[in-house]
């Protein structure tokens, strides 16, 4: 009977993260019909990102849809608040800019975006069905970028974020990017928590594997 109810059990990120990453990804493939200046090399990167911002969120619309009940969670704590201000935090970036960023410093600021959520959509891809914002423990992901990191959609996030940051040009935009960071670290740590409790080969796995720079543990 245990298992049955959890089986039927309601999926709350499921049924918030959907609705949120739909949203989301309509405003990013407006924003991709309404196009974007390809002549310059800053209007093509912006374009490319994009659509990779569209792709990032029609994948996490796939991972919720896909992903089956966890095996632990942390519950309602510190870090999943925090996991979740963290997963909303770049929303607000635009509100940070100083002054129009010139042609150098903005082109720097797409490469960062478009490196960033480039790397973040392949530990997406990876990550699958394991996906979740607040901590849960399905099952070790070990595929792509997981093999040299063991939080690489976090890495993405961050060099993304910094992408953002620079274009904002405002000591309050850095700022809020250093925070962000410290959040992902603290939400990384909490995570490992309950992920080295739920599954027997998690620690094995983090003992060969970088946190969050290849070859840095």
Same mark, same amino acid.
């Given at each position: 009977?245990?298992?049955?109810?959890?089986?039927?059990?309601?999926?709350?990120?499921?049924?918030?993260?959907?609705?949120?990453?739909? #949203?989301?990804? %309509?405003?990013?493939?407006?924003?991709? +019909? $309404?196009? !974007?200046?390809?002549?310059?090399?800053? @209007?093509?990167? *912006?374009?490319?990102?994009?659509?990779?911002?569209?792709?990032?969120?029609?994948?996490?619309?796939?991972?919720?849809?896909?992903?089956?009940?966890?095996?632990?969670?942390?519950?309602?704590?510190?870090?999943?608040?925090?996991a979740?201000?963290?997963?909303?935090?770049?929303?607000?970036?635009?509100?940070?800019?100083?002054?129009?960023?010139?042609?150098?410093?903005?082109?720097?600021?797409?490469?960062?975006?478009?490196?960033?959520?480039?790397?973040?959509?392949?530990? #997406?891809?990876? %990550?699958g069905?394991?996906?979740?914002? +607040? $901590?849960? !423990?399905?099952?070790?992901?070990?595929? @792509?970028?997981? *093999?040299?990191?063991?939080?690489p959609?976090?890495?993405?996030?961050?060099?993304?974020?910094?992408?953002?940051?620079?274009?904002?040009?405002?000591t309050?935009a850095?700022?809020?990017?250093?925070?962000?960071?410290?959040?992902?670290?603290?939400?990384?740590?909490?995570?490992?928590?309950?992920?080295?409790?739920?599954?027997?080969?998690?620690?094995?796995?983090r003992?060969?594997?970088?946190?969050?720079?290849?070859?840095?543990?």
């Open positions: 009977m245990a298992s049955v109810a959890a089986g039927r059990r309601v999926d709350t990120g499921k049924l918030i993260m959907v609705p949120v990453a739909t #949203l989301a990804l %309509l405003i990013d493939v407006r924003t991709v +019909i $309404a196009g !974007a200046d390809l002549v310059s090399a800053a @209007g093509a990167l *912006r374009w490319v990102y994009a659509i990779l911002m569209a792709a990032f969120y029609g994948l996490i619309i796939w991972c919720y849809l896909r992903r089956g009940p966890a095996v632990a969670s942390s519950g309602l704590t510190l870090a999943s608040v925090v979740v201000i963290a997963t909303f935090a770049p929303f607000p970036f635009p509100l940070l800019h100083h002054k129009p960023p010139g042609l150098a410093v903005q082109v720097i600021a797409d490469l960062l975006l478009v490196a960033g959520t480039t790397w973040a959509l392949w530990a #997406l891809r990876s %990550l069905r394991n996906l979740s914002i +607040i $901590a849960q !423990a399905r099952q070790i992901a070990e595929r @792509g970028p997981y *093999r040299l990191v063991r939080h959609l976090y890495l993405g996030e961050m060099v993304s974020l910094l992408g953002l940051a620079v274009a904002a040009g405002s309050a850095f700022a809020a990017w250093a925070v962000f960071v410290a959040m992902q670290v603290y939400r990384a740590r909490r995570e490992e928590q309950v992920l080295l409790a739920a599954l027997p080969g998690y620690q094995a796995y003992a060969r594997t970088a946190a969050l720079v290849p070859g840095v543990f």
